[in-house]
């Protein structure tokens, strides 16, 4: 049976003690294709039974999609995120989720479980440097690809690889991308702070300021501005370093 937003909202109210309310329905906010899966009573009931449903940190959509994935093909098993890696079928069923997207032109709908796979191998391509092709993809269809981004960044090796190469020049719209998925998975606070300790010399300064943007963009004026501190802070450490590479100071010894 397919609830209204009012019955999920109530449903999920009802179970989680107050404190969590706030955070909770933020990310769901950010993680739409979620939300959708949810307005099926049988997967909400199902959902809200885990006993980790009472932990903030299981309140992920990559978590989620994982779960829904397991539950929909039984012969993933119950860790659908190692059979995706490490079987013959998995790696099948990654590759050719990301030809769809690669293939896939603006305006097209793509359902979030070929979005789940086609995190893993990006993920994949990420680690092996030969993620250029998707970057560019994701560049002119954002739309298609938010969800993959936002899975892909769930994962700690994946993110950091995400942010290093997207950060090679100043692109705002996988800025964009990579903002909203670190929205989608932690508190806005702790989301700016990993998004900050993202950033090093290498990192446009274009790219940095793009991020604050869009964090400020999504009403978090103070925290934007901490990245853009952040970014400047390092960027002037590394001026300051390159400069004195290039003019090393003289030291002049007394009496001569």
């Known amino acids: 049976m397919k609830l209204s937003t009012y019955e999920i909202t109530r449903q999920i109210a009802d179970l989680l003690p107050e404190p ?28 809200l039974q885990r006993p980790a449903a009472l932990q903030i940190a299981s309140w992920q959509p990559l978590l989620f999609q994982l ?3 397991s539950r929909t093909n039984p012969a993933a098993g119950n860790d659908a995120s ?25 305006g097209k709908q793509i359902d979030a479980q070929t979005a789940l796979l086609a995190s893993f191998a990006l993920a994949q391509k990420l680690a092996s440097g030969s993620a250029g092709p998707s970057l560019e993809a994701a560049c002119k269809a954002q739309e298609i690809w938010r969800s993959v981004f936002t899975f892909t960044y769930a994962n700690q090796d994946a993110a950091a690889a995400l942010v290093d190469q997207c950060g090679s020049n100043d692109n705002g719209q996988l800025a964009a991308l990579i903002v909203h998925a670190a929205l989608a998975h932690s508190t806005p606070a702790s989301a700016a702070q990993q998004l900050s300790e993202a950033v090093h010399p290498e990192t446009h300064p274009g790219f940095s300021l793009a991020i604050a943007k869009e964090i400020a963009a999504h009403g978090y004026k103070n925290l934007g501005a901490t990245v853009l501190h952040a970014s400047q802070s390092i960027q002037n450490a590394n001026n300051f370093r390159a400069y004195n590479c290039r003019n090393p100071p003289t030291h002049k010894r007394f009496g001569t």
């Open 82 to 106: 190692q059979w995706l890696q490490n079987t013959d079928a998995g790696n099948a069923a990654i590759n050719g989720a990301l030809q769809v997207l690669l293939a896939s032109s603006s």
């Open 20 to 47: 969590m309310w706030s955070e909770v329905f933020r990310r769901l906010r950010f993680a739409p294709e979620t939300w959708q899966e949810l307005s099926d009573s049988d997967t909400l009931h199902a959902w």
């Open 67 to 69: 779960w829904l994935y």
